[in-house]
T-cell receptor, first 112, second 108 residues
Framework: KAGVTQTPRYLIKTRGQQVTLSCSPI?????VSWYQQTPGQGLQFLFE???????NKGNFPGRFSGRQFSNSRSEMNVSTLELGDSALYLC???????????FGPGTRLTVL | GQSLEQPSEVTAVEGAIVQINCTYQTSGFYGLSWYQQHDGGAPTFLSY????GLEETGRFSSFLSRSDSYGYLLLQELQMKDSASYFCAVRRDYKLSFGAGTTVTVRA
């Protein structure tokens, strides 16, 4: 099976812009989670989706949103970008009831 | 929220044994997981402890004691390729919370 894929891999934006990141989970995985990774804050949970429903959201402002489609693919959106949003955004998928998260390669977002 | 503490750095020589401790302040979670992340790479799953006790997977072992709010990852027969960051994590309410990570440096 193909692994988790994320697009784009690298992105440069300026403050105030918005960005949409995409994630395709492993085939058959219906659970998709998003994480933000920065040197200062480590790996921070953003959201988890299952069957198009958001099951939990991390402690992030409303500028961060996401959704999941019927084919389990997921997108996250960040509006009104700030310098502090520069980070590696990781997507992970998981089998229903499984403990192992399979991470994608991430999208490296730089906000100038 | 969940709070997990682990040492920031550990350095050891090839062939040595390293233990990375993880203490947590949470309850009602489903189990303790460990992930490895090489520089520039994505985290990869190493192990999961759903019950108290030791789980062994090749050179890596992981332990959990819920009564002590404590777990550890044991890396045996260290190899250069084990140089990476290691994260403990707990899942609760459909949220996976990670520790800050331990950077393991293996020296020849």
């Amino acid at each position: 099976k193909a692994g988790v894929t994320q697009t784009p891999r690298y992105l440069i934006k300026t403050r105030g812009q918005q960005v949409t990141l995409s994630c395709s989970p492993i085939s058959g995985h219906r659970s998709v989670s998003w994480y933000q990774q920065t040197p200062g804050q480590g790996l921070q949970f953003l959201f988890e989706y299952f069957s198009e429903t958001q099951r939990n959201k991390g402690n992030f402002p409303g500028r961060f949103s996401g959704r999941q489609f019927s084919n389990s693919r997921s997108e996250m959106n960040v509006s009104t970008l700030e310098l502090g949003d520069s980070a590696l955004y990781l997507c992970a998928s998981r089998e229903s009831g499984g403990h192992e998260q399979f991470f994608g390669p991430g999208t490296r977002l730089t906000v100038l | 929220g969940q709070s997990l503490e682990q040492p920031s750095e550990v350095t050891a020589v090839e062939g040595a044994i390293v233990q990375i401790n993880c203490t947590y302040q949470t309850s009602g979670f489903y189990g303790l997981s460990w992930y490895q992340q090489h520089d520039g790479g994505a985290p990869t799953f190493l192990s999961y402890n759903g019950l108290d006790g030791l789980e062994e997977t090749g050179r890596f072992s992981s332990f959990l004691s819920r009564s002590d709010s404590y777990g550890y990852l044991l890396l045996q027969e260290l190899q250069m390729k084990d140089s990476a960051s290691y994260f403990c994590a707990v899942r609760r309410d459909y949220k996976l919370s990670f520790g800050a990570g331990t950077t393991v440096t293996v020296r020849a």
